[in-house]
């Protein structure tokens, strides 16, 4: 239906010449599909569908070798995580917290402390102090098989 069609219906005109009347007693169920028929009539127009090619992340050296391009993810911030260990505890164990309480960590010591990136476990490593601040000496980076496990 056109809306020129529904202004006339809306005023109490009636549809235009060759279909039904307005009068609902008069309207049948096939006057109805012919309509929608009608409406559906398919457009003329074709869409046009191409192939797109995109160029490979690759550089080119000196030598002519390519190389993989990856200079423009070298700014993303990362999140990274050292975990000397973890607990669980109740709230009311919490709240009896203070000043001089120890946390019992389900780590040993001397065990190597989990290294996150995005909350992704990468490496595991060493405590170690340099400059008089603490950091992490890597002793095992995580295998990609081994991540990919932990991701299912």
Request: glycine share 8%; proline share 4%; hydrophobic share 35%.
């Amino acid at each position: 239906m056109e809306q020129n069609e529904i202004d006339e219906l809306m005023k109490g005109g009636g549809l235009s010449p060759g279909t039904a009347s307005v009068d609902e007693d008069k309207i049948s169920w096939d006057d109805v599909k012919d309509e929608m028929e009608k409406s559906k009539t398919p457009s003329q127009e074709r869409t046009e569908v191409t192939n797109v090619h995109f160029d490979e992340l690759k550089k080119k050296k000196p030598d002519g070798k390519s190389t993989v391009d990856l200079d423009f993810i070298l700014d993303i911030p990362l999140t990274l995580t050292c975990e000397l260990g973890r607990s669980k505890m109740l709230i009311s164990e919490l709240l009896q917290l203070g000043q001089g309480s120890v946390l019992e960590l389900t780590k040993l010591a001397g065990e190597p402390m989990d290294v996150y990136v995005n909350q992704r476990l990468i490496a595991r490593g060493e405590v170690v102090v340099v400059n008089e601040k603490f950091g992490v000496r890597l002793t095992d980076i995580v295998s990609p098989a081994e991540r990919v496990n932990k991701l299912v």
